[in-house]
Nanobody
């Protein structure tokens, strides 16, 4: 069973930085698209950044130039993958619950439990 466990959220002042981390386990990961999404109350979950198995990345316009997504295969058999999101120059409108997501080649979707990021003075 696929498990995604996120960490790294918290309270930060505007202009500050946070690094979110998601550890995915439970199967051999190959050719999945990995990503971070976020959601605020009353709004739909929105894309922040994705990365594929070749290292190609995609960012929401609001994240370009400030956020960086990366992935590390923590095990040689690819049964554990770490997906990080480095967030710099944070703004109040970055406040949200951030979710890690995996999209498999068969179009199965797995979500983490979410981690709260609050940007406030």
């Amino acid at each position: 069973q696929v498990q995604l466990v996120e960490s790294g959220g918290g309270l930060v002042q505007p202009g500050g930085s946070l690094r979110l981390s998601c550890v995915a386990s439970g199967r051999s990961f190959a050719f999945e698209k990995l990503g971070w999404y976020r959601q605020t109350p009353g709004d739909q979950r929105e894309l922040v950044a994705t990365i594929d198995d070749y290292g190609n990345t995609d960012y929401a316009d609001s994240a370009k130039g400030r956020f960086a997504i990366s992935r590390i295969n923590a095990e040689t058999d690819r049964t554990q993958v770490v997906i990080d999101l480095q967030m710099n120059d944070l703004r109040s409108d970055d406040t949200a619950v951030y979710y890690c997501r995996i999209l498999t080649p068969a179009l199965n979707v797995y979500w983490g439990q979410g981690t709260q990021v609050t940007v406030s003075a």
